[in-house]
């Protein structure tokens, strides 16, 4: 009799190890020490610092980040800058006015496969030598069907040439000089939250368009697990 009793708590110990054991690994994993994951790649020059804090040393990376602007919407011609944006995954990419008047329609492909995808993520043109009555703000292909209304986060802009082009050089395609990187200036930039380069990609290669969303997903999945374990995140 005690071995048959001896026999059904060992059986219910096991029982409740099976259960609850999976749920105790998750929750160290994900709640308790330091997690490895993999990221996307910092673009852009970067600065090491070293601290103390409470009594050991710390070392920090601060790296490139975007500008602060302010430029002109179209249709709107309402001011647009910076601060609309912080916060916030975005597509950044440049034109120029003086060589075309409209959105080529490879972007315009590229956009209607990619924002209505993502609902947070906006997407924002800087024309170059340009203002508003110069540009087609209709965007010039039947694929913006599919845009079904997240073309309100397609957001193109024009303003002072100089601090455009500078955007351009210094901002979104600057590279870190102890790792020179040239990048095509026709390329879209995907940049995170808080402003810094994650990603870059041409809409005419083939195959870029997929590749891009993958890494939109995996930026996503960062900041979630950011915000479910308030830890330190060591990425690979």
Same mark, same amino acid.
């Given at each position: 009799?005690?071995?048959?009793?001896?026999?059904?708590?060992?059986?219910?110990?096991?029982?409740?190890?099976? /259960?609850?054991? +999976?749920?105790? *690994?998750?929750? &160290?994993?994900?709640?308790?020490?330091?997690?490895?994951?993999?990221?996307?790649? /910092?673009?852009? +020059?970067?600065?090491?610092?070293?601290? %103390?804090?409470?009594? #050991?040393?710390? $070392?920090? $990376?601060?790296?490139?980040?975007?500008?602060?602007? %302010?430029?002109?919407?179209?249709?709107?011609?309402?001011? /647009?800058?910076?601060?609309?944006?912080?916060?916030?995954? =975005?597509? #950044?990419? !440049?034109?120029?006015?003086?060589?075309?008047?409209? *959105? +080529?329609?490879?972007?315009?492909?590229?956009?209607?496969?990619?924002?209505?995808? !993502? +609902?947070?993520?906006?997407?924002? $043109?800087?024309?170059?030598?340009?203002?508003?009555?110069?540009?087609?703000?209709?965007?010039?292909?039947?694929?913006?069907?599919?845009?079904?209304?997240?073309?309100?986060?397609?957001?193109?802009?024009?303003?002072?040439?100089?601090?455009?082009?500078?955007?351009?050089?210094? #901002?979104? &395609?600057? %590279?870190?000089?102890? =790792?020179? @990187?040239? !990048?095509?200036?026709?390329?879209?930039?995907?940049?995170?939250?808080?402003?810094?380069?994650?990603? =870059?990609?041409?809409? *005419?290669?083939?195959?870029?368009?997929?590749?891009?969303?993958? @890494?939109?997903?995996?930026?996503?999945?960062?900041?979630?697990?950011? =915000?479910? %374990?308030?830890? &330190?995140? @060591? &990425?690979?």
């Amino acid at each position: 009799m005690a071995q048959k009793k001896l026999n059904k708590t060992t059986k219910a110990a096991l029982l409740l190890l099976l /259960f609850i054991g +999976p749920a105790a *690994v998750f929750y &160290f994993l994900i709640y308790a020490g330091v997690h490895k994951v993999n990221r996307l790649k /910092f673009y852009g +020059p970067k600065i090491t610092e070293t601290k %103390t804090v409470r009594g #050991g040393t710390v $070392t920090d $990376t601060i790296y490139h980040q975007i500008p602060k602007f %302010t430029l002109t919407a179209i249709p709107s011609d309402l001011n /647009f800058n910076s601060k609309n944006l912080e916060g916030r995954l =975005y597509l #950044g990419h !440049f034109l120029d006015a003086a060589l075309l008047n409209e *959105v +080529p329609k490879e972007v315009v492909y590229a956009a209607s496969e990619i924002l209505p995808e !993502f +609902p947070e993520l906006y997407w924002i $043109t800087f024309w170059k030598h340009a203002d508003s009555s110069k540009i087609q703000y209709i965007l010039p292909s039947e694929k913006t069907r599919k845009l079904n209304g997240a073309d309100a986060r397609w957001i193109e802009l024009y303003g002072n040439d100089s601090l455009i082009q500078s955007l351009q050089t210094e #901002g979104f &395609f600057k %590279t870190d000089p102890n =790792y020179p @990187e040239p !990048f095509d200036p026709s390329s879209v930039v995907l940049i995170d939250k808080e402003g810094r380069i994650r990603s =870059y990609f041409n809409p *005419v290669k083939q195959g870029e368009i997929s590749n891009i969303k993958k @890494e939109i997903l995996l930026l996503y999945k960062e900041y979630e697990l950011a =915000y479910k %374990t308030h830890r &330190f995140i @060591e &990425f690979n």
